[in-house]
């Protein structure tokens, strides 16, 4: 199943699992060591283990879209009709 690394506690890692409503506390030792927050993760279980690898290619998808989002938003040719407090 995929998750998304949340946060940070202490020693722990949050890693909420998307569609299913777990959540995972797991020590930051047990993680790759590439992984950070907003990292997208591989979990398995297996006889009670919980084994985590990470997703890179999932990760940079999630990430391009984000960019194109940003773009998109940048180049909004309407600007927004909220007006900035000064």
Known sequence: MKGIIDRFEKN???ILVEGQNKEYH???SDLP???SIN???QIEERNG?????SDMPQEK????K???????LLNKENPS???RKK
């Open 12 to 14: 722990l890692a949050v």
């Open 26 to 28: 797991i020590q930051k």
């Open 33 to 35: 060591t590439n992984c």
């Open 39 to 41: 990292s997208v993760v």
């Open 49 to 53: 283990h919980i084994y985590i690898t």
């Open 61 to 64: 998808q999630q990430q391009d």
């Open 66 to 72: 984000v960019t194109a989002l940003r773009k998109a």
């Open 81 to 83: 009709k909220l007006k």
